[in-house]
């Protein structure tokens, strides 16, 4: 599964569409959420089947002391909940 990535731009363009085109979306699930949470870093993960994006997930971010890390996926990802195989992969990652 690939880790977005941040700097190209149409990465970025291709996962914000399926996102803002998936029926169960969230704002929260947009990558300009990150701009609102200014203070957490952000990832967002996704999977194929082919050239199409299936699934999705954004990640905010928050450092901790002590080399520790808290991940938060708003809403949770974006992904067919009947399809138990996919569920399973976009949580892998």
Known sequence: ???LDLTDPA???R????VRS??????????RWGIVKDDWGQ?????EDGESI???MTL??????GGFSVLYAPRGPLVDWDDRDL???ILAE
Do not use: G
């Open 1 to 3: 599964m690939p880790v």
């Open 11 to 13: 990465a970025v363009d």
């Open 15 to 18: 996962y914000s569409a399926f």
């Open 22 to 31: 998936h029926p169960h979306r969230a704002v929260t699930q947009d990558l």
């Open 43 to 47: 990832e967002a993960v996704y999977v």
């Open 54 to 56: 299936v699934a999705a």
């Open 60 to 65: 905010l971010v928050r450092r901790l002391p």
């Open 87 to 89: 569920v399973l992969r």
